[in-house]
DNA sequence: CAAGCGTGGCG
DNA sequence: TCGCCAAGCTT
């Protein structure tokens, strides 16, 4: 069915169709500035159009051109990015874009093995690029693109494996008409985000109905097939919400995490986690290994009191569940000096430090809004 | 190749 | 309520 010649002209002409007349008005389509593109590609990696379209705004505005976000403090770059998730995007961009300046000049490059060698673009972004910038006949196969393929051509292998993708993209190629990679790209990913969308898709509203293989055999619900995912495993942790003394009256510890792995960099409150099989009641025995966890961290004493809230946050592959507790320093020796990556925090100072959301959620109940 | 890496929305 | 995501990349 994939190499009938008849068949992909008609996918291609009436999808061209639809998108010409169907497309929505984003903030990213006003222009084809490869930077511009390149920043939408990067946020709305796993990230929904609705969620992208405010940080997008934002970050335009404060980052407007490649020479402003590669001199800019990567803190700021991290700030702007909180909330939207998968940080090391935004670290990865202001890697490359820096690459962009001292390689290229700071013009983005349009050739595949260049643009594919910034940190950050792999195979879909660099095609997303190339096409939809340059108007380069390349692949940009995405979620979308391989639930509409998989559909219209009832291409019944696992979207999940990345060999798939390869079958994809050699797909893509072929259907690319002459000169029209930018439109027929982005009409690929506009049918899969309007038309055919994964629950329920709009079969009789389509373009290409007709000729779907996979809705003619009754397997549009079925399409793609997909191998589930693990689910997130639990992880019980202790946070601390340690208030200041003295001078620092008012504030809170918070600490940085380190430059790799979960949330690398972001700002958070100090967390501990339980061994298995340890509850996190307020008893002795959770109170003297909330203590040595914490003594062996800081050398400062630390007087629990009450628990203060209970928030659980889901990760793609771990689920915390965690208990805050209010707590302050024993000692008035240290309470000023910031050791290792802990500081104090003032509640109007949030704007200095990007948090990831849960411990944003925490901040809000015990200062508010 | 499989696993690690966030978040909010939706049926 | 909760599993399943949504325009993936790196290791």
């Known amino acids: 069915m994939a190499g009938d010649k008849d068949n992909q002209l008609f996918f291609s002409s009436r999808l061209l169709e639809w998108f010409a007349q169907y497309q929505r008005s984003l903030p990213w389509r006003e222009n084809k500035d490869p930077y511009r593109i390149w920043v939408s590609e990067i946020m709305l990696q796993q990230t929904r159009v609705d969620t992208v379209i ?12 490649i020479d402003a976000l590669a001199d800019a403090p990567e803190e700021e770059v991290l700030k702007a990015w909180e909330g939207l998730g998968y940080y090391s995007r935004a ?5 490359a874009v820096r690459e962009v300046k001292e390689l290229y000049g700071g013009v983005v490059p349009d050739q595949p093995n260049e643009i594919s060698s910034l940190r950050g673009v792999g195979p879909y972004t660099a095609g997303a690029i190339l096409s939809i ?9 995405d979620g979308n693109v ?13 979207i999940m494996k990345p060999a798939t993708r390869k079958v994809m993209e050699a797909l893509v190629r072929e259907l690319i008409p002459q000169g029209t990679a930018s439109d027929f790209n982005q009409a690929l990913m506009e049918l899969g985000a309007l038309v055919c969308t994964p629950k329920s898709p709009g079969c009789l509203t389509c373009p290409v109905m007709e000729q779907c293989a996979g809705r003619i055999a009754g397997q549009e619900l079925v399409l793609p097939i997909k191998k589930k995912a ?15 003394n003295g001078d620092n009256r008012g504030r809170i510890r918070i600490r940085q995490r380190p ?12 967390h501990i986690l339980l061994p298995a099989g340890m509850s996190y009641d307020n008893n002795e025995e959770n109170r003297q290994f909330i203590g040595e ?13 009450e628990p203060l809230m209970n928030i659980d946050h889901v990760f793609s592959h771990i689920h915390w569940f965690m208990r805050v507790y209010r ?34 959620r925490i901040m809000e109940a015990y200062w508010g809004k």
């Open 259 to 270: 430059e790799d792995g979960l949330l690398a960099k972001m700002w958070e409150l100090p």
């Open 91 to 95: 670290r990865n961009l202001q890697t």
């Open 327 to 360: 707590c302050r320093e024993e000692s008035v020796e240290l309470p000023s000096a910031d050791y290792g990556d802990y500081t104090w925090l003032a509640a109007g100072e949030r704007e200095r430090y990007a948090f990831p959301n849960v411990f944003v």
């Open 54 to 65: 405010p940080y997008y705004h934002r970050f335009m505005e404060k980052f407007p051109s």
């Open 133 to 141: 910038a340059f108007n380069k006949p390349e692949p940009a196969v």
């Open 146 to 158: 391989m639930r509409v393929l998989s559909r219209f051509f009832l291409i019944e292998e696992d």
């Open 293 to 305: 966890q914490r003594l062996a961290e800081s050398q400062n004493p630390l007087v629990i009191m």
């Open 230 to 244: 693990k689910p997130p495993r639990d992880e019980y942790r202790i946070a601390l919400l340690i208030e200041g």
